[in-house]
């Protein structure tokens, strides 16, 4: 939710002093103009970002992006910007299926010698196998060892993830002992709130208290990113850049101070970097909705629900009895069947609506423009006219998140490409902050609701999901009729 120029300012007061970041959420909003306007906002800071090709843009063929980047344009990328290595590749099915397009990108960037990220939750054996021999060095969806360890067989490197929804330290931590030169830390992703609390140092801390060998958890979180990704970041040898943090003892890792190239960026827990004016760029083109386009008809006898998971990606498909009706179906609170709807934001169609358990409202809906990976809206509420008015919201500012209830609205106006606020990233975090704890007021138990819902239209990770165009099954990649 954050501009790259505001997210550096935060990031160095917790010891960040580079990134690896895929730009592919603004590019399935805006192309190739999203991935140059990161570049060129990063650059404005000191601050060492990375940015890879996005290789999946739209993520899927069963969604509606805002744009589409060919291997012609991620040829055209390697060739004429400082674009590191080919972002994360999460059309699985194609590179198991030798799909000509995939692999036509898998071969640029072989051609060009730039790392291949991977992005393959749940494959095991052979398919894991043939995903990795494809060419693909990293994957960072695993949420259990057992995964983890057949893709480190094959010559994969683990990154860890632990971000705001996504949590999977705690099965993957134990890998470290034996495998720290194939491991890494990341983040993927994190509201601005947790952010303000801190970054990979966390992750260091927990290991430590978890027994791991101090050296081990360095190499994970500080070398092998800078080897793996070949980053021009220093590494403590005559000759490298200075950059390098301070930290007060080798138990806490509280970091007292952070150099990027000899620059002093960060003290006692306070960011040196000053804030910049930051353009705004965006695309979203619908007017406002009414209610009655959310409505939901079935003549089955089941309903088929999403039910979502605490601390994880991957959601389980539900099968519940309704009585036929020819009456428009609502959210059912008894049993925590809530309405959730994908409205197309790049032009006017009609909305996608299906059903969802663990959200737990009991008033009101959110909703957010931050909906992975095409970013439409998606919205969950307890009726028609909730989520409507929540919808309109973020329509009449062109995309963000908010809550809304019977007597109150929240909004976190996000204008660069319906994903970004271009504010001071410290208040940004309190806004979400105070999102956040409205749609807990409302009756959500999600740790984190509002990342849980943008992952809710994400197709490529399974069981099932809704896309603008309709309820998708993530494990045979077709739509649910």
């Given at each position: ?7 550096a300012?935060?990031?160095?007061v917790h010891?960040?002093v580079?990134t690896?970041?895929d730009?592919h959420?603004i590019?399935?909003v805006?192309g ?6 990161m570049?060129?906002?990063?650059r404005?800071v000191?601050?060492k970002f990375?940015?890879g ?12 992006a805002?744009a589409?980047i060919?291997?012609?344009?991620i040829?055209k ?5 400082n674009?590191?290595?080919l972002?994360?590749m ?11 397009e995939?692999m036509e990108?898998?071969?640029i960037?072989?051609k ?5 990220d991977?992005?393959?939750?749940g494959?095991?054996?052979d398919m ?9 060095s990293?994957?960072h969806?695993?949420?259990t ?12 490197k683990?990154?860890?993830?632990e971000?705001s929804?996504a949590?999977?330290?705690?099965a ?17 992703d994190?509201?601005?709130?947790n952010?303000?609390e801190?970054?990979?140092?966390l992750?260091v ?5 978890e027994g791991?060998?101090l050296?081990?958890?360095?190499k994970?979180?500080?070398i092998n990113p800078?080897?793996h ?8 040898k005559?000759?490298?850049a200075?950059?390098f943090?301070?930290v007060?003892d080798l138990?806490e890792?509280?970091?007292k101070?952070?150099y990027?190239?000899?620059e002093?960026?960060a003290e006692?827990?306070k ?13 979203f083109?619908?007017?406002?909705k009414?209610p ?12 088929t ?7 994880q990606?991957?959601t ?13 179906i ?10 959730v709807v994908?409205v197309n934001r790049?032009?006017?169609a009609?909305?996608?609506?299906g059903?969802?358990k663990?959200?737990?409202?009991k ?6 423009s931050?909906?992975?990976d095409?970013h ?6 307890v009726?028609?006219d909730a989520?409507?008015k929540a919808v309109n919201l ?12 019977s007597?109150?609205?929240?909004l976190?106006a996000?204008?660069?490409?319906g994903?970004?606020?271009a ?13 956040d704890?409205?749609?807990k007021?409302m ?5 984190s609701?509002?990342?849980?819902l943008s992952?809710?239209a994400l197709l490529?990770i399974?069981?099932?999901k809704l896309s603008?165009?309709g309820?998708?099954n993530g494990e045979?990649?077709?739509f649910i009729?």
């Amino acid at each position: 939710m954050l501009v790259p120029s505001e997210f550096a300012r935060l990031a160095v007061v917790h010891g960040t002093v580079a990134t690896v970041s895929d730009p592919h959420e603004i590019a399935n909003v805006l192309g190739v103009e999203g991935i140059h306007y990161m570049i060129d906002n990063g650059r404005q800071v000191p601050f060492k970002f990375y940015f890879g090709a996005p290789s999946c843009v739209p993520a899927t063929i069963f969604e509606t992006a805002g744009a589409t980047i060919d291997p012609r344009q991620i040829e055209k990328l390697f060739d004429e910007t400082n674009i590191l290595y080919l972002a994360e590749m999460m059309n699985w099915p194609g590179v198991l299926q030798d799909d000509a397009e995939v692999m036509e990108k898998i071969a640029i960037a072989k051609k060009h010698r730039k790392p291949i990220d991977g992005h393959a939750p749940g494959l095991h054996g052979d398919m894991a196998k043939t995903y990795a021999q494809a060419g693909i060095s990293t994957d960072h969806e695993c949420f259990t060892a057992a995964e983890a360890q057949d893709k480190l067989k094959y010559g994969m490197k683990i990154l860890i993830r632990e971000g705001s929804a996504a949590k999977n330290f705690d099965a993957l931590h134990p890998l470290l002992h034996l495998h720290a030169d194939q491991m890494m830390f990341c983040s993927d992703d994190k509201h601005p709130d947790n952010l303000v609390e801190g970054h990979i140092n966390l992750l260091v801390k927990r290991a430590l208290r978890e027994g791991v060998d101090l050296f081990k958890i360095l190499k994970a979180a500080c070398i092998n990113p800078v080897e793996h990704y070949k980053l021009d970041v220093g590494l403590l040898k005559v000759g490298d850049a200075a950059d390098f943090i301070v930290v007060d003892d080798l138990t806490e890792f509280k970091v007292k101070q952070t150099y990027i190239a000899g620059e002093l960026v960060a003290e006692d827990g306070k960011t040196l970097i000053s804030k910049i004016e930051n353009k705004v760029i965006n695309n979203f083109n619908i007017q406002r909705k009414k209610p009655s386009d959310f409505a939901y008809f079935t003549d089955k006898t089941t309903l088929t629900v999403i039910e979502a998971l605490e601390g994880q990606l991957v959601t389980n498909r539900l099968e519940f009895d309704v009585q036929p009706t020819i009456e428009n179906i609502q959210s059912d609170l008894k049993r925590d069947l809530l309405k959730v709807v994908v409205v197309n934001r790049y032009k006017e169609a009609p909305a996608a609506v299906g059903f969802i358990k663990n959200f737990q409202l009991k008033e009101g809906a959110i909703a957010s423009s931050v909906a992975h990976d095409s970013h439409n809206i998606i919205a969950v509420g307890v009726d028609d006219d909730a989520i409507c008015k929540a919808v309109n919201l973020l329509v009449d500012v062109k995309g963000g998140i908010c809550a809304v209830d019977s007597s109150r609205k929240k909004l976190l106006a996000l204008p660069v490409a319906g994903l970004m606020s271009a504010d001071d990233g410290y208040e940004v975090a309190q806004q979400y902050a105070a999102i956040d704890k409205m749609a807990k007021e409302m009756g959500s138990t999600l740790d984190s609701p509002f990342m849980t819902l943008s992952f809710m239209a994400l197709l490529v990770i399974p069981t099932i999901k809704l896309s603008d165009l309709g309820l998708f099954n993530g494990e045979k990649f077709e739509f649910i009729t």
